[in-house]
């Protein structure tokens, strides 16, 4: 079945420090990608996506390329904030429709100054 | 654009008794809404799928009777955790999908259910 693996966390970096969240998937077909973040004591908010395979999503300094031939969705930032320290979730969904979104485990960010 | 709330954000009961939860879409209509639910630093566990005009659908391992899902219209759906007890106090979060291809899901801001 479908299923997403996310890095564990948390991963503690100093601000201005190069950041990577890796996340792999296992699909069949073809999948929209996404990552979505939840600041402390917020709901879920939508970072980016990515809908088919080379497609590169980008969002306030984030970006993941989705890599169909290593079945990757990493996320990327040349240089965190403060402000970015929060709780990163990797997702997976059916292309084309509004079917259900499989999560990944979450990895927490914690951003120093 | 793209906005869900969720009413309350939270709240804390007494065990035996039931909670309603409320996810509205407020600038889209919602054909179908998804119910979370959400343990301390864990990830999102799917709990049913919330079809307007029709019978939600729920993920296995989840009681049907002890969480009560209603569709009421294409603006919201409702929650209600009867006879809750102290193991049902979590963060629950409804989502519902919005775009030009519905494939974008947009989050609720979560109610934290606390039983006592």
């Known amino acids: 079945g479908n299923s997403v693996t996310q890095m564990e966390g948390p991963v503690t970096l100093s601000e201005e420090a190069f950041l990577t969240i890796n996340c792999t998937y296992t699909a069949t077909g073809y999948p929209s990608l996404f990552w979505y973040v939840q600041y402390p004591g917020e709901g879920l908010q939508l970072l980016l996506k990515a809908t088919k395979a080379d497609d590169k999503g980008s969002n306030k300094g984030f970006e993941a390329t989705y890599r169909k031939e290593t079945t990757s969705f990493h996320l990327e930032k040349g240089s965190v904030q403060v402000s970015d320290s929060a709780v990163y979730f990797c997702a997976l969904g059916k292309s084309g429709g509004y079917n259900k979104l499989i999560f990944g485990a979450g990895t927490r960010l914690a951003v120093h100054p | ?116």
């Open chain 2, 1 to 116: 654009g793209a906005v869900v709330s969720q009413h309350p954000s939270w709240v804390i009961c007494k065990s035996g008794t039931s909670v309603k939860i409320e996810c509205r879409s407020l600038d889209f209509q919602a054909t179908t809404m998804f119910w979370y639910r959400q343990f301390p630093k864990q990830s999102l566990m799917l709990m049913a799928t919330s079809n307007e005009g029709s019978k939600a659908t729920y993920e296995q391992g989840v009681e049907k009777d002890k969480f009560l899902i209603n569709h009421a219209s294409l603006t919201l759906s409702t929650l209600t955790v009867t006879s809750a007890h102290p193991e049902d106090s979590s963060f629950y979060i409804c989502s519902a999908p919005h775009g030009l291809a519905q494939e974008t899901q947009y989050f609720g801001p979560g109610t934290r259910l606390l039983v006592l």
